[in-house]
Structures are given as C-alpha cells and as structure tokens.
C-alpha cells in the first residue's frame, strides 16, 4: 500500500480532548463486549492471520488486540488523520499504520487479503450513499470466507422525558448539526441491510446498551460513559458555538453544567448496534 495521504474531509474535532474520548470509548465498549474486541467467530490464536481496523485513529483498538495474537498476526490499521498514530516505538512491530480515507477505494494489495477486517463509530460523518458504498469497498478487502465487523451507534436512542431534558437537549443539538451537512445520525441501525446490500452472508447483529453515570449498576463504567458525551460536547462546542443558526459559547457551558449533574443523578441509557458477517 502506497503511503500517499488522503485530504482530511473529516468534519469533527482534531484535538486532544477527542482523543482521549476515543480511548475512553474503547474501554467503554470492551467492557461492554465483556472484554471481547471481536464478536465474529474468528480463532484469533491462529497463525498468520491479517487484521485491518480501518478508521483507526490513533491505533488503540489494534494494539490492544495485539496482546493476545500470535506475534505472526499481521496487524493493519488505517486512518484519514496519521499524524495522531501512535509512533512506532510505541506499537508493537507487527502493528502497522498507514494513511488511508473510508471514501477512498482500498489498494490492489488490500484486496481479498484479511481474515478480518474491523470499523467502529465512523459512518456517522457518511450519508446513507457514501455510507454504503464504504460498506461495499470494506468488504472488498476480506478473504472470501473471511469476516467483517461494524460497530455503529444510534443518537436516537436515548431515554425521554422530564428528568432527561438536558440529555434530550444534547441530542438534538448532534442530530441537527450531523442533519445539516447530510451526515447519519443513527448509521448503527442501517449495518445490517448495507452489509446485505455489499454482497456479505450469514449476517449477524447485536445491540448493546451502554447505562450512563446513575442509570449504571458499574460505577466505572456509568463514569466511563458520562466522560465520552461530556469530551463529545466539549468537540461539539468547538465546531459549532456561536456559528449562525447554532447554539452559543454560553448556551454550550450552561448545557455541560446540567448534563453533568443529570447523568450523575439521574443517568440515561444509549445504544450501538454490532453486525458480522462473511464473504462468501
């Protein structure tokens, strides 16, 4: 694969509180997975087998993964922004990063050549088309008989009422800005028929419930949660204060101040939907 770097089309934020919600969110969701990286029935203890884990960002989720392959497991991830990869001395060596965009056509080299090929929380910033059409060249990248996994999330699946006013109030604020520039907000509940639509078989799915601060009976992890939406608004805050036709600097405090408290008294649930599947 050529090292050429793809533009940088990706609308969210490019700092450091987005990192370390990304690497929060992997905690989150492992535990979640009650500490599984992969649901599709792969032997990760055999030999030689290659990985990709596309929208990588820094490359967290692979290396992780790495600590319980064989050293033979060739490990690829891939990413739109590489200047946020982990440095190499940092990785272990058969952890390789290499610059590429989901939009982009994946290189001859890539093509039929993983066993399993992983994407978490990306298609968001996708309409359903070029969602789709990502979904299609993904699956391009997998052995025949080998496996795909998404993992994508829903904003419309919160809890409602009353006593849920400022979560209620944060959602609509990321539906609206995702709306407006076309994007996806709820992509988790599309992976089955964009993967069906790709070509994939023996699809499969599940929807996993993440309990947010009060509503979680783990403290650690109803924490792990409150501190991903908290670091999402903060990157929300910083695209969108003050812009015409959006929500000021102070509106964005006031609402952090009132989501915090209410997550940590009150609490809320959201869901991210999972689905694998094969190529034929």
Known sequence: MTESHPPDT????????EYDRLRTQHDLVKTAMNGKLLYCPVDLK?????????????????????????????????DIAPQHFVTENERPPNVHLLP?????????????????????FVLTVASDQTAQEAVKMLLSCVKPGGWIELHEGNMLSIQEG??????MKFRDI????WAAIGNQPSPGSFLVPWLRSAGAVDIQESVQIIKVGAASEDKEQGERAVAVLLHLLDGMKMMLSDKPGQVTSKEFDDLRKQLEVELRTVGNVYYYHLAWARKA
Do not use: C
């Open 10 to 17: 990706y609308r969210g934020p490019r700092h450091q509180g």
């Open 162 to 167: 009353p006593e849920h006013a400022a979560f």
């Open 46 to 78: 055999e030999p030689n087998l290659r990985i990709l884990d596309s929208a990588t960002a820094e490359g967290t989720w692979l290396i992780d993964l790495a600590r319980s392959v064989p050293s033979s497991t060739s490990l690829y991830g891939t």
């Open 174 to 177: 990321m539906v609206n800005a």
């Open 100 to 120: 590429h965009s989901i939009f982009d056509p994946w290189p001859a080299d890539f093509q039929n050549s993983f066993d399993v090929v992983h994407q978490r």
